[in-house]
């Protein structure tokens, strides 16, 4: 695997959501340009997943200089176990068989939503679901992780969730297995980094943790989410950013903006590109997360 960076001129974040309607108000996506205040991005009536990969797609038709973050798991573990699904014949072999097939189980599932994957008698013994359906695959304690998980959470640098787990706040499976949906339909047409060596021009793709960029922006643990202006303001501020009123202040469109100028003020670290545990086999299997090292 080549491994470089480069010079962006533009940074979206993009705050996901696994919400099974037709647009989540969970997904905001905004842009920092320059050294202009970030904005939201904002269509009428609000993103769809649809939208949001026409989106990409125009970017990647232009060749946009720019970096993307994507506020979920692009992968599930994989090297803990040598396989996605353990034991399992129909279990894929890498990342992009990984996409096209959550993409194809869930074919009739509308608005790019995901339910047929964890409901799938194979698959489903794998997932920690609602109603107390713990699977018998799931695992012990938390569930299984990825290595930047397992290290992000040993090194104290953030403290994701399992992916196989689908309860709770802080799950971020249903959001990583729409995005899979997402990735399996752009078709390559956006590198996504690690599994993708950054292009020399036009749009990358990277994994982003929302509140990783927090804790750089100088919001405490115990207060993870911006929702006013005062401290979006302050979050900027400690990030070398300009501020803009915004229309919107919830906790995903706070965390898209502040995560936008985060990407803009670190993507120039050389040890954000090429942290010490990321070796080609987690690379290419399970992906890793950008600011993570």
Not at 3 to 26: E, K, L, N, T, Y
Not at 143 to 153: A, I, K, N, W
Not at 189 to 200: A, H, V
């Amino acid at each position: 695997m080549i491994r470089r960076q480069r010079i962006f001129s533009a940074f979206a974040c993009i705050d996901w959501s696994g919400a099974a309607v037709p647009r989540p108000h969970g997904i905001a996506i905004a842009l920092a340009s320059g050294q202009t205040a970030p904005r939201l991005i904002e269509p009428a009536g609000g993103w769809s997943r649809a939208l949001v990969l026409d989106w990409l797609v125009d970017h990647a038709r232009r060749g946009t200089d720019m970096l993307i973050g994507f506020d979920l798991s692009p992968a599930l573990p994989f090297i803990d176990a040598n396989a996605y699904f353990p034991g399992w014949h129909g279990s894929p072999k890498g990342p992009r068989e990984l996409w096209r097939l959550v993409d194809s189980l869930c074919s009739n599932d509308p608005h790019l939503s995901a339910t047929s994957f964890v409901d799938h008698p194979d698959i489903s013994p794998y997932f920690r679901r609602h109603g107390g359906r713990e699977g018998t695959l799931f695992g012990v304690g938390i569930g299984r992780l990825r290595q930047v998980e397992s290290h992000q959470r040993a090194t104290g640098q953030a403290r994701s969730a399992s992916c196989f787990n689908l309860v709770g706040a802080a799950q971020v499976g249903k959001s990583s297995l729409t995005g899979m949906r997402l990735f399996s339909r752009l078709e390559d047409r956006i590198p996504i980094w690690p599994f993708d060596p950054l292009p020399e021009r036009g749009p990358a793709i990277i994994e982003i943790y929302t509140s990783v960029a927090a804790r750089a922006a100088g919001v405490p643990a115990h207060r993870s989410k911006i929702r006013d202006s005062e401290a979006l303001e302050a979050a900027l501020a400690c990030l070398g950013s300009p501020y803009q009123p915004v229309s919107r202040l919830d906790d995903h469109a706070t965390d898209a903006l502040v995560t936008a100028a985060w990407m803009r003020s670190t993507a120039a670290n050389a040890d954000y590109w090429h942290p010490e545990p990321l070796t080609n086999a987690i690379a290419q299997q399970e992906g890793w997360t950008f600011g993570i090292i």
